[in-house]
Every structure is written in structure tokens, then in C-alpha cells.
Antibody, heavy 118, light 105 residues
Framework: EVQLSDSGGGLVQPGGSLRLSCAVS????????MSWVRQAPGKGPEWVSV????????KYADSVKGRFTISRDNSKNMLYLQMNSLRVEDTAVYYC???????????WGQGTLVTVSS | QMTQSPSTLSASVGDRVTITCRTS??????LAWYQQKPGKAPKLLIY???SLEIGVPSRFSGSGSGTEFTLTITSLQPDDFATYYC?????????FGQGTKVEIK
């Protein structure tokens, strides 16, 4: 059974940083692109970033480019999102998801809440 | 640009329900549907406009082409009261609609 478990969210002040983590099991992790998708309160999901299976390429939504960095450790089946220079508008539930930027997301983590507020 | 309608739908158990997703460009067949319950992650129901994800009940179906797509639930069940999102993945980056909440009448 494929399982994704994301963590690392919390309350942070504007301009602050957070690092999200996602532990993945039940599949050959390095074979799949992985994404972070976020959902602001009352809104539809929004794709944030994707990383290739080997970790050698990544893409970002314009709204986070230059501030967020996606990475993965295939030896540990872990996905990460380093979020810097956080803004109030980054407040959302963040999900790790199996899939790419132009693909469906067939498995999701349970979500971790990031709140950016002073 | 993804436009879902209606934004809210009130229905009863046993009803047939149809949700529409319109796009500004031809995206065939790269359209997916997700179901989301409060406090949970979205769940993939339909991909490639009409293909049922493994394990999804057959009362869910997808249809459409070009710029107009529909999700149909025949005989609505208590477990189906949720919010539904369409997603286009024809062009980068994939984008989601604003959602349709199916609530109890």
C-alpha cells in the first residue's frame, strides 16, 4: 500500500522559514516524480513544486519561485520543501503528492498546515 | 482558466448529480476529477476525462471533450457528500477548478 506522511508545518512570522518533510512507502520512490500541492482555506488546490524521480530537475509555481526549494533523498524515501521568505498568502495546508506538474496526483499525504502570521 | 458549476449543489440520497467543468482552451483528454472531504486530502476519482481510478465505485463517471467536461454520480450515496474538483493537466502547470460542494438537501 502506498503511503505518504507529511509533516513540519506550523505558525511562522512573515519573512520566516519552515521545512516540510514527506515520508513515502509502498513504492519504488526513485521511479516517480513527486510534488507539493497546497490549499488555502476555502480554495481549490494549487500545485507548488515538482521534482523528478532522480532529483536532477525541479520546477516551481511562479508564486513561490526563488523562495521555495524542493529536494528529495531517495536513500531514505523522503521528500522535502524548504520554504523561505514566507508571506501571509503562503498560509495553506501543504500536501505532498505523487505526480508531476502536468499529471494527475494519485496518492497524497494527509497534509500539514502552514500559517504565516504576525 | 477552469470554471466549475455549480459552486454548491443540494441533493438527496439516490439523486443523479452532474457537475460541469469548463476550460478556456481545448484540453482533451487531460481532465481529472477529485473528491475531497473536510480535513482530508483530495482523492483521485477520474483521469483522462472518463477513466475510473482503481477502487472508485462505478456510480461515478466522467465524460466530455474539448472545453466542457462533466462528472456524474448516479444514485448519490451518503459517503458522496463532499467537495469535487476538476483539474486540467494538458498544459503546465496543471490547475484545479474552484470546487463544487455537494451537500445534503
Amino acid at each position: 500500500e502506498v503511503q505518504l506522511s507529511d509533516s513540519g508545518g506550523g505558525l511562522v512570522q512573515p519573512g520566516g522559514s519552515l521545512r516540510l518533510s514527506c515520508a513515502v512507502s509502498g513504492l519504488t520512490f526513485s521511479n516517480f516524480a513527486m510534488s507539493w500541492v497546497r490549499q488555502a482555506p476555502g480554495k481549490g488546490p494549487e500545485w507548488v513544486s515538482v521534482i523528478s524521480g532522480r532529483g536532477d530537475s525541479s520546477k516551481y509555481a511562479d508564486s513561490v519561485k526563488g523562495r521555495f526549494t524542493i529536494s528529495r533523498d531517495n536513500s531514505k524515501n523522503m521528500l522535502y520543501l524548504q520554504m523561505n521568505s514566507l508571506r501571509v498568502e503562503d498560509t495553506a495546508v501543504y500536501y505532498c503528492a505523487k505526480g508531476g506538474s502536468s499529471a494527475t496526483f494519485d496518492h497524497w499525504g494527509q497534509g500539514t498546515l502552514v500559517t504565516v502570521s504576525s | 482558466q477552469m470554471t466549475q458549476s455549480p459552486s454548491t449543489l443540494s441533493a438527496s440520497v439516490g439523486d443523479r448529480v452532474t457537475i460541469t467543468c469548463r476550460t478556456s482552451q481545448n484540453i482533451s483528454p487531460w481532465l481529472a476529477w477529485y473528491q475531497q472531504k473536510p480535513g482530508k486530502a483530495p482523492k483521485l476519482l477520474i483521469y483522462r476525462a472518463s477513466s475510473l481510478e482503481i477502487g472508485v465505485p462505478s456510480r461515478f463517471s466522467g465524460s466530455g471533450s474539448g472545453t466542457e467536461f462533466t462528472l456524474t454520480i448516479t444514485s448519490l450515496q451518503p459517503d458522496d457528500f463532499a467537495t469535487y474538483y476538476c483539474q486540467q493537466y494538458s498544459s503546465y502547470p496543471g490547475t484545479f477548478g474552484q470546487g463544487t460542494k455537494v451537500e445534503i438537501k
